[in-house]
T-cell receptor, first 115, second 112 residues
Framework: DAKTTQPNSMESNEEEPVHLPCNHS???????IHWYRQLPSQGPEYVIH???SNVNNRMASLAIAEDRKSSTLILHRATLRDAAVYYC????????????????FGQGTILTVHP | DAGITQSPRHKVTETGTPVTLRCHQT?????MYWYRQDPGHGLRLIHY???????DKGEVSDGYSVSRSKTEDFLLTLESATSSQTSVYFC???????????FGDGTRLSIL
């Protein structure tokens, strides 16, 4: 699996935007970029994913570099509830065969949000 | 939220005893997964299922077995628990292996 690199930790203030970076220089053409987050004492939660174009949903935006070697998860207005560990994961598209859609989690970025 | 229930939520048991964890879903999703989460290792896949009675091993399957006799239930069994299996166990589901997975709230298992 292609590797991702994220900062160990980041801090933000409430109601300010947060930009969480992820480097993935060995990404392949069929790898999707997925983001999950894990709040304390809960299971991981899907946030967003994309292939080439920037993506937006109700939770966040995903900005993907033109060469796809890096991406940024954007939380437009951080709240205290956004304090979590954020995981950037590369996941190949499985058109068939016996592959099973495994997610490989790294250490992620611990986001602290200050009131 | 996806309808996933893990039981029990917490369990303490002794080395050598059998343990079964249950993952129950109400979404009729085809794929189900068991992960474990340990400090310094992130989440690692133990076993997965791609349909009723169809299961396969993940990256850390030694010491674990699974069964899926109906769509909604995926059981993880530790035949003879060891202290190295103390961990937090998460179940996940998805209807399409290329789509996001939805996770349960986890089972915290302590083996003394």
């Amino acid at each position: 699996d292609a590797k991702t690199t994220q900062p160990n930790s980041m801090e933000s203030n409430e109601e300010e935007p947060v930009h969480l970076p992820c480097n993935h220089s060995t990404i392949s053409g069929t790898d999707y970029i997925h983001w999950y987050r894990q709040l304390p004492s809960q299971g991981p939660e899907y946030v967003i994913h994309g292939l080439t174009s920037n993506v937006n949903n109700r939770m966040a935006s995903l900005a993907i570099a033109e060469d796809r070697k890096s991406s940024t998860l954007i939380l437009h207005r951080a709240t205290l509830r956004d304090a979590a560990v954020y995981y950037c994961i590369l996941r190949g598209f499985n058109a068939g065969g016996t592959s099973y859609g495994k997610l490989t989690f790294g250490q992620g970025t611990i986001l602290t949000v200050h009131p | 939220d996806a309808g996933i229930t893990q039981s029990p939520r917490h369990k303490v048991t002794e080395t050598g005893t059998p343990v079964t964890l249950r993952c129950h879903q109400t979404e009729n999703h085809r794929y189900m997964y068991w992960y474990r989460q340990d400090p310094g290792h992130g989440l690692r896949l133990i076993h997965y299922s791609y349909g009723v009675k169809d299961t396969d091993k993940g990256e850390v399957s030694d010491g674990y077995s699974v069964s899926r006799s109906k769509t909604e239930d995926f059981l993880l069994t530790l035949e003879s628990a060891t202290s190295s299996q103390t961990s937090v166990y998460f179940c996940a589901i998805t209807d399409d292996r290329n789509q996001p997975q939805h996770f349960g709230d986890g089972t915290r298992l302590s083996i003394l």
